[in-house]
């Protein structure tokens, strides 16, 4: 297992158009978090899960991100309709239950909405 | 509201000297953990060091320690013998209730040579 991984690493769409995003988690971690990062700012929480079950949802969440975590392993972030201010990098993170445990970081997708 | 404030938007050190970097935080539960967090340019995130908030003892790693002073709802951290691989954005963040993880701002540190 080498960690944290998202794919792509980076896309470019043309507003209003949908984007999914992946996250592979480190595989035993049953708790996933994304967060959007815009430049030199820190990490905003969007949302998580623990297991496949969605717990709390940011009021940055608008009705046009959903995320998924189907099988309590992989999981997906989509954005409908994108927007020029969707433009940032979306982080994922995972780890195990218990809140003394260390988050591991996937390296982002950086979506350019043009 | 649940916040962590980072007040040093940047900062710079020159190497092999001792820095510190100031967060505060906003919260009345007493459940809580609080981190720091590395993020160098252009790579991922990274934990550096992490404190149980019902633990007095501040938390040690090898050239990182913390000062956690809960009353003052104060947790800095403090880089010594600072390199040059130190350069980076740091991070404090806490997860209360075993809830989500909230970041501050960031800080923007600099080792400069």
Redesign the interface.
């Known amino acids: 297992d080498t960690g944290v991984s998202q794919d792509p690493r980076h896309k470019i769409t043309k507003r209003g158009q949908n984007v999914t995003f992946r996250c592979d988690p480190i595989s035993e971690h049953n708790r996933l978090?994304w967060?959007r990062q815009t430049l030199?700012?820190?990490?905003?929480?969007l949302t998580?899960f623990q297991n496949e079950a969605q717990?709390?949802k940011s009021r940055l969440l608008s009705d046009r991100f959903s995320a998924e975590r189907p099988k309590g392993s992989f999981s997906t972030l989509e954005i409908q309709r994108t927007e020029q201010g969707d433009s940032a990098m979306y982080?994922c993170?995972s780890s195990l239950?218990?809140?003394?445990t260390?988050?591991f970081?996937?390296?982002?997708t950086r979506l350019t909405v043009v | 509201a649940q916040t962590v404030t980072q007040s040093q938007p940047e900062m710079s050190v020159q190497e092999a000297e001792t820095v510190t970097l100031s967060c505060t935080y906003d919260t009345s539960e007493s459940n809580y953990y609080l981190f720091w967090y590395k993020q160098p340019p252009s790579r991922q995130m990274i934990l550096v060091i992490r404190q149980e908030a019902y633990k007095q003892q501040n938390a040690t790693e090898n050239r990182f320690s913390v000062n956690f002073q809960k009353a003052a709802k104060s947790f800095s951290l403090k880089i010594s013998d600072s390199q040059l691989g130190d350069t980076a954005m740091y991070f404090c963040a806490f997860i209360i209730n075993n809830n989500d993880m909230r970041f501050g701002a960031g800080t923007r540190l600099t080792v400069k040579p």
């Open positions: 978090y967060y030199g700012q820190g990490p905003e929480f998580y717990l709390e982080l993170a239950d218990g809140q003394n260390e988050a970081f996937g390296q982002g």
